[in-house]
Antibody, heavy 123, light 107 residues
Framework: EVQLVESGGGLVQPGGSLRLSCAAS????????MHWVRQAPGKGLEWISY????????FYADSVEGRFTITRDNAENSLYLQMNSLRAEETAVYYC????????????????WGQGALVIVSS | DIQMTQSQSSLSTSVGDRVTITCRAS??????LNWYQQKPGKAPKLLIY???NLQSGVPSRFSGSGSGTDFTLTISSLQPEDFATYYC?????????FGGGTKVEIK
């Protein structure tokens, strides 16, 4: 069964750091690009980052560029999101999601998604 | 950035109704449009990819159409398990962007 499981969420103070993990199973992680998407309480979905299957290509939303870093360890079948300088408005559920392909754009979709990790940024 | 607009934030409907949800892109995105369903407390689920392709395992009452800037998700006969929020998403260019969502509620 193809599955993604996030971990590492929790309570962090404004300005603090947190590292999320996403463990993949049921498929070779290297065969797929991966995304992070977040959802603030009661709000819609916001794409925040992408990494290609090889890890050679990464993209970020402007809102997190320079503060968040996406990485992956294909040998461990794991994806990561290092989040620094966190802000209160970044309180959200953070989802990892698999892209349909290892590389390339135009015609990408996200399937499946993990169950999400809740990050609360508050003093 | 490409803006995705779902003009209906909510719809009140009944079981058995035909439901149409619309999504408009701020520029031409060809057919690079996907639809997701999200139930409360759950992760989004892919329903339709590339505008009109039904994801494996998704009931055939769901269908998608459109190209360019205007897209539609149709549920031919609404079932109780279909009450949820639906999001469109463009994959034409980075940053990938989502519509604001349409919540399908019980009338």
């Amino acid at each position: 069964e193809v599955q993604l499981v996030e971990s590492g969420g929790g309570l962090v103070q404004p300005g603090g750091s947190l590292r999320l993990s996403c463990a993949a199973s049921g498929f070779p992680l290297s065969s797929h690009g991966m995304h992070w998407v977040r959802q603030a309480p009661g709000k819609g979905l916001e794409w925040i980052s992408y990494i290609s299957g090889s890890g050679s290509t990464v993209f970020y939303a402007d809102s997190v560029e320079g503060r968040f870093t996406i990485t992956r360890d294909n040998a461990e079948n794991s994806l990561y999101l290092q989040m620094n300088s966190l802000r209160a408005e970044e309180t959200a559920v953070y989802y990892c999601a698999r892209d349909r392909a290892a590389e390339g754009f135009g015609d990408n979709w996200f399937d499946p998604w993990g169950q999400g990790a809740l990050v609360i940024v508050s003093s | 950035d490409i803006q995705m607009t779902q003009s209906q934030s909510s719809l009140s409907t009944s079981v058995g109704d035909r439901v149409t949800i619309t999504c408009r892109a701020s520029q031409n995105i060809n057919k690079y449009l996907n639809w997701y369903q999200q139930k409360p407390g759950k992760a989004p689920k892919l329903l339709i990819y590339a505008a009109s392709n039904l994801q494996s395992g998704v009931p055939s009452r769901f269908s998608g159409s459109g190209s360019g800037t205007d897209f539609t998700l149709t549920i031919s006969s609404l079932q109780p398990e279909d009450f949820a929020t639906y999001y469109c998403q463009q994959s034409y260019s980075i940053p990938f962007t989502f519509g604001g969502g349409t919540k399908v509620e019980i009338k």
